[in-house]
């Protein structure tokens, strides 16, 4: 069975239908770690490039987001992390189309090579929440209170698919059976308040998936929830990522979260990447004071007790005024002149790995690039 599109001019699902999902989610199901998961393909999803975003504020214009580029590879996970306001959400935002009216976007954002900020509405409406689903922080904003799951889980069908509600609500228990949501026929009827936060997640990845995604974005997908729930909830969005055959892109504060999740990690400072590479590139050997100041801010990578907490002191910039130079000069440990008169573009750091330094070789030669913070006493 699969599910027939409402509006001729968007192209059917490509992805598996309802038997094909429930086949995939049974051969997925050991998959536990980014290891066992199927790996990217060569094809390019998504490609974003010199995205910008400005809002034009009583204080001064906000540069939110001051070029952004990458590519998101076919089922790649890909970690955008960086401390609060560095432009994770806006320029994943952009991606949505969630902006509000006064946001200034520019650049471009080709979803299978078509740019969505030039696109019809029509088109674009087709695309996002279909073809480009997210996944939100708090599950309670995004669900209403006052209808049942198996409504909104039916509706978001319905609004991209003509097919006959009991066809939507029977794709909707399939879904809340993927993402292990238990007697999910009976769990149809009820409200989200009834559900456990953990839960709740997991009707946002089901609602997310439901319209066979390419993309899937997942912004601090599990910050509001406890360890073993965060864990459990990341190891979902893995096993759904391969039953639907989707890319993510997961973004986080926690630099944490994206070791073992994510196949390349893009590190933003002030509203530009300013490392981006292989995750274990960028965990092992860092190549911008800033990513090992987060590597230095992790309570512990393997384990031990005894490792020494090295924070970031002081706070990220205005975005309304920019220092001049490297963003990072008024906290950098390596700071020179050179640093506070010319911010340095992202720049070949080896292999796909690239970094936005002016001493990026201090940082590959030493032991330890986190010990360039000081110890917290
Ligand atoms: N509508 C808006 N008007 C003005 N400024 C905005 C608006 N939306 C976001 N900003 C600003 O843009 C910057 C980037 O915000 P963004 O939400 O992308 O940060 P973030 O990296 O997602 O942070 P967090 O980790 O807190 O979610 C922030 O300084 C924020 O205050
Ligand atoms: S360019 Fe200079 S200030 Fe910026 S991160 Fe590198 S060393 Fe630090
Ligand atoms: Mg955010």
New binding site residues.
Partial sequence: MSLTPATPDVPAPAGPGTAAVTEAAEEVHTARTLADSRPPGDEVILAVENLT?E?P?DDGV?R??RGVDYELHAREVLGIV????????????AVMGL??G??RVRGSIRYRGQDLLTMRPKEQRGLRGRKIAMIF?DPMTSLNPVRTIGDQLAEAVLAHHLVPRKQALGRAREMLELVGIPQAGRRLGAYPHEFSGGMRQRVMIAMAIINDPDVIIA??PTTALDVTVQAQILEKLLEVKDAVDAAILL?T?DLGVIAGMAHRTLV?YA?KPVEIGDTDDVFYEPRMPYTAGLLGSIPSLDGERDVRLRPITGSPPS?ISLPPGCPFSPRCPLATDVCRETEPPLADAGGRHLAACHHSDQLAEAADATAFFKEER
């Fill in positions: 975003v809002f504020t906000v939110a987001v960086g401390e609060s306001g560095s432009g994770k959400s806006v320029s994943s935002m902006l509000p006064s946001a922080q912004d601090e973004i504060h933003m509203g975005l």
